[in-house]
């Protein structure tokens, strides 16, 4: 697609439930990022992919947190047992080739949990 | 200190002025800075790369790396109400794993 595609676009969920949030990266994108952003704050990292493998996960919060991304394309960010503070926008980024190069954003996923 | 610090502002610029905005960054950060704009309830969207020190320019956007004093800047002329936004500041990151930091941006307002 043109542009990093994320869904859905809002979510709303009960404590103590499991979400999935997708994400589909430019084409072509080898690295994907996942980021999380609090209200009044910079995005947060999570988690980095290069292609298939998760390069760089020592942003996850907790072992809540797990991501996908089996076919080097479409990730899946999934929150098990979610709790109130996972409330944020969930923000997805790719880029080329990843390393300090260029990163665009999706449009985030909103996840409330009440 | 953190890997990215921003002033939040807000910073208010009548339209048509210079609006300057600033970020200063630690020595856990390599040399490729970031500047995105992100509007209310948006996601933050790219405006500018620099990876050399001096300026960049594009269009109405300057940006303005100094490695000896730890800052990078981003210069907008003819400020715009459309300009009203947030600006985060990025940095990659020097160590090992693969991520970037932001600032915690800078609210911008534009008075027409």
């Known amino acids: 697609g043109a542009g990093v595609s994320q869904t859905p676009s809002n979510k709303v969920t009960e404590k103590g439930k499991y979400v999935e949030l997708r994400c589909d990266p430019i084409s072509g994108h080898t690295a994907l990022y996942w980021y999380r952003q609090s209200l009044g704050q910079g995005p947060e990292f999570l988690i980095y992919f290069q292609g298939t493998g998760a390069a760089d996960d020592s942003g996850l919060p907790n072992d809540r947190f797990f991501a996908v991304r089996p076919e080097g394309s479409v990730s899946t960010l999934k929150i098990q047992r979610t709790e109130r503070g996972d409330s944020a926008v969930y923000l997805c980024a790719s880029s080329p080739t990843g390393g300090d190069t260029e990163a665009f954003f999706g449009q985030g996923t909103r996840l409330t949990v009440v | 200190q953190k890997e990215v610090e921003q002033n939040s502002g807000p910073l208010s610029v009548p339209e048509g002025a210079i609006a300057s905005l600033n970020c200063t960054y630690s020595?856990?950060?390599?040399?490729?800075f970031f500047w995105y704009r992100q509007y209310s309830g948006k996601s933050p969207e790219l405006i500018m790369s620099i990876y050399s020190n001096g300026d960049k320019e594009d269009g109405r956007f300057t940006a303005q790396l100094n490695k000896a004093s730890q800052y990078v800047s981003l210069l907008i002329r003819d400020s715009q109400p459309s300009d009203s936004a947030t600006y985060l500041c990025a940095a990659h990151t020097r160590n090992t794993g693969n991520q970037f930091y932001f600032g915690t941006g800078t609210s911008l307002t534009v008075i027409p």
């Open positions: 020595d856990r950060v390599s040399q490729s």
